[in-house]
């Protein structure tokens, strides 16, 4: 029985959020970067909501940051196993304090 390493993940804020809020941050996996831009947008029903979008591809997620019952997003991942990359990245960089909430 071999152990199953979890892939080396890191985020950082490449890009702060700007007047509009958009801001791009880097997932870095095993040493390849993905860039993602994201916005903070208004979520009334519990946790951050973020408008995640990866840059070159067509995709743009939804997802919500909080609590566990307050947590979500809309890719594949997170359908099959209720956790997922768009929310782990969001969730430490608020956890990092890097994305303080906009007044
Ligand atoms: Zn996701």
Known sequence: MGTVKAPARTVRIVRPPNADGVG??????DGACQFYTFLEIRCDIG????????????????????????????????????R????????ALIKKGELPPRS
């Open 24 to 29: 791009v941050f880097c997932l870095e996996i």
């Open 47 to 82: 946790g951050r909501g973020f408008a995640v979008h990866r840059l070159g591809q067509g995709d743009l997620y939804h997802v919500r940051v909080g609590r566990p019952e307050d947590t979500a997003c809309e890719c594949m991942g997170f359908l099959r196993w209720d």
């Open 84 to 91: 997922c990359k768009h929310i782990a990245a969001l969730a």
